[in-house]
């Protein structure tokens, strides 16, 4: 590879690892490349990017996209996923995968932002729930005690609704 095409290579990477939020390293080493493929499309289909890359060019684009701490982690070859929105995501989809096709991908880590994360880090996050179901459930937490109460103060009322009601077809002769 050219020095021009390593710095176009290198200038590429910095953007993409500048731009995500999160991201998992993961070794491809073993895997058919039809694997690799529908992985990719997987990925692609909930925003994510999955990228494969000389260590040496990630280490240089780790370091200028203030990320140096990601360059002492890129050993063998590894592939990066990165994500860009949601911050379990990439962990998420990544093992899911992995888990449903039984392939020999092992993850040697990944990172939120700033952050180094172990592989067991990354088997954590993978298990949270995504930002909507988060919020979702705040929601219906805040929700359920005006539901109570709702139901706690109409429920009198609905018993004097029946006993008139019954008193009514009582005097109607029914």
Do not use: C
């Not at 490349?33 to 280490?59: C, G, I, M, Y």
């Not at 172990?118 to 949270?128: I, Y």
Request: hydrophobic letters at 45%; zero cysteines; aromatic letters at 6%.
């Amino acid at each position: 590879m050219k020095k021009a095409q390593k710095a176009e290579v290198i200038s590429g990477l910095n953007e993409l690892l500048g731009k995500a939020n999160a991201g998992v390293v993961t070794s491809y080493q073993g895997v058919p490349t039809p694997e690799l493929v529908k992985l990719r499309h997987k990925l692609r289909e909930s925003k994510l990017e999955f990228k494969v890359a000389k260590n040496t060019l990630l280490r240089l684009a780790a370091r200028e996209s203030g990320k140096a701490f990601l360059a002492d982690n890129f050993d063998g070859p590894l592939a990066v996923v990165l994500g860009y929105e949601d911050i379990a995501a990439p962990a998420r989809v990544l093992t899911q995968y992995i888990s449903s096709s039984g392939l020999a991908f092992t993850v040697s880590g990944g990172f939120l932002s700033d952050r180094w994360l172990s592989a067991a880090d990354v088997g954590k996050l993978a298990t949270l729930p995504s930002k909507q179901e988060l919020v979702a459930r705040v929601l219906g937490g805040l929700q359920s005690p005006i539901t109570g109460l709702v139901q706690a103060l109409s429920s009198p009322i609905m018993g004097i609704v029946y006993a008139l009601n019954a008193r009514k077809e009582q005097l109607e002769g029914k």
